[in-house]
């Protein structure tokens, strides 16, 4: 085996081309596993994300995103009724 890899080696050296071509091999091999470690540490992070906004809106990312709410209270107070003209009150301390 050692001995294969010696002539691998010395033919490459000898030729450039081959080097080049076994550098970017290898170079690229390398990439592809960081880029899957990358991948894995982002799921890693994503799973995490969901599971503590899940813990704490109690529901899981799809069905926030299906009922397009959380469980947050509005800041924009609800009266009884809608209208535009004045209290009577008002209009009577006026006039």
Do not use: Q
């Not at 080097?19 to 992070?45: C, H, M, N, Q």
């Not at 704490?56 to 947050?72: A, L, V, Y």
């Amino acid at each position: 085996m050692g001995g294969i890899l010696t002539a691998i080696i010395a033919l490459c050296k000898a030729v450039p081309v081959l080097e080049r071509l076994f550098l970017g091999v290898a170079s690229g091999i390398k990439e592809a596993r960081a880029k899957a470690r990358y991948d894995e540490k982002l799921d890693t992070i994503d799973d995490a994300v969901a599971n503590a906004r899940a813990d704490w809106f109690g529901m899981s990312d799809d069905e926030i995103e299906r009922s397009g709410t959380t469980n947050e209270s509005s800041t924009v107070s609800e009266s009884g009724s809608s209208s535009t003209k004045l209290h009577e009150s008002s209009t009577e301390k006026s006039s």
